[in-house]
C-alpha cells in the first residue's frame, strides 16, 4: 500500500495575497506538519495556474479577481511551504480539477495500491474538485480529506463542501 498526500494550492495569492483569507493562513502550519508526515516521493502538489489573460477567460468572468497567474508571486507557493515542498511532483493546473492529476495517479495506482489524503485550499473548490475527479477515475481507490488542513473561501462553504465530499464517499477526517 503506498499512501500519497495530494497539497492542493497552498499558494501566496490563497492564503495571504489576492484571494487569502484568515482561515487559509490558519492552516499552513497544519499542512506543514502533515507533509512533514509523508516521505516526499509520496507527496503531489498542484499550483492553481493562469495566464496573463486571466480576466477573458470563463473563470474570470465569473471571478473577475486576478491570481495565480504563471510567474508572479501570488502564483509561487507560499514560502514556509516552498521550503517543505522542494523536490516533490508539481502539477501546474490551469482549472480547478485537474485531469492531468488523476491520469498520473490512475497509473500509479495500475501497479500498487495506493490511498490519497488531500489538503489545501480551497476546500469548497479545488479541494473537492480534485477529490471527485479522482473517486469518478478510480471509485475503488480510498480517498480522504483533512478538513482540519483545508480552508474553504468562507466557513459555510467549508462546512458546505465537507458534506459533499462525504456524500461522495470521500472520508472526510
Known amino acids: 500500500m503506498k499512501n ?11 492564503i495571504d495575497g489576492s484571494l487569502g483569507t484568515k482561515e487559509a493562513q490558519k492552516i499552513v502550519d497544519c499542512v506543514l506538519d502533515k507533509i512533514s508526515q509523508y516521505p ?6 498542484t499550483r492553481d495556474t493562469h495566464e496573463e489573460n486571466y480576466l477573458e477567460t ?32 508539481v502539477i501546474d493546473k490551469p482549472t480547478f480539477g485537474s485531469v492531468d492529476l488523476a491520469e498520473l495517479l ?21 479541494v473537492v474538485s480534485n477529490a471527485i475527479l479522482l473517486k469518478a477515475k478510480m471509485p475503488e481507490m480510498k ?10 473561501v468562507t466557513p459555510e462553504t467549508h462546512k458546505a463542501a465537507l458534506t459533499t465530499l462525504a456524500m461522495c464517499q470521500i472520508k472526510v477526517k
Open 58 to 89: 470563463q473563470e474570470g468572468k465569473n471571478l473577475p479577481v486576478v491570481h495565480c497567474v504563471r510567474g508572479t508571486e501570488g502564483w509561487e507557493f507560499d514560502k514556509r511551504i516552498a521550503q517543505v515542498l522542494d523536490g516533490v511532483r
Open 143 to 152: 480517498i480522504s480529506v483533512d478538513s482540519a488542513c483545508c480552508a474553504g
Open 40 to 45: 516526499k516521493e509520496n507527496i503531489i502538489a
Open 4 to 14: 500519497i498526500l495530494i497539497v492542493i494550492d497552498m499558494q501566496k495569492d490563497f
Open 106 to 126: 490512475y497509473n500509479e495506482s495500475k501497479n500498487k495500491e495506493i490511498e490519497v489524503e488531500l489538503v489545501g485550499l480551497c476546500t469548497d473548490i479545488c
